[in-house]
């Protein structure tokens, strides 16, 4: 993605229009987009506090994250040393999504979810629970 890691020969067909377009174009705009977004997540960090907090590193996720050199430009950008592609762990029989960073905001949705209704399941057999209470009233 970074137009100056693109040879300059390289074009892309736009089937769509019958027509080649420089492929260092196209990294260009996806460069100048990717750093507009990457200055808005350090304006937003700066604005929240969190610039002090993050000590790990910083994990892209989503299919945005697959982008050729996108984590190069983030260390760059939230001038952060450890900038690496996000994975999932605790997810057994899904390889295909769990090493994907296109699918970390879905699987970690469904692995709160997951653990939510388990804490949730372990209240109301524990009595504590909203039914739990209930019943102690009968």
Do not use: C, W
Request: glycine share 14%.
């Amino acid at each position: 993605m970074l137009h100056t890691h693109v040879p300059p020969e390289e074009s892309i067909e736009l089937e769509e229009e019958g027509r080649l377009v420089p492929r260092r174009e196209i990294a260009e705009v996806l460069q100048a987009r990717a750093a507009e977004l990457l200055n808005l997540v350090l304006a937003e960090m700066g604005r929240t506090g969190l610039m002090h907090e993050i000590h790990g590193g910083v994990h892209l996720v989503g299919g945005g994250a697959l982008l050729t050199h996108l984590a190069i430009l983030a260390q760059t950008i939230l001038g952060r040393p450890r900038v690496v592609l996000g994975r999932i762990l605790g997810v057994a029989g899904l390889p295909q999504a769990t090493g994907n960073p296109y699918f970390v905001n879905a699987l970690g949705a469904v692995k709160s979810l997951a653990r939510d209704m388990g804490e949730t399941r372990g209240k109301q057999d524990r009595g504590d629970g909203f039914l739990g209470r209930f019943k102690k009233l009968f």
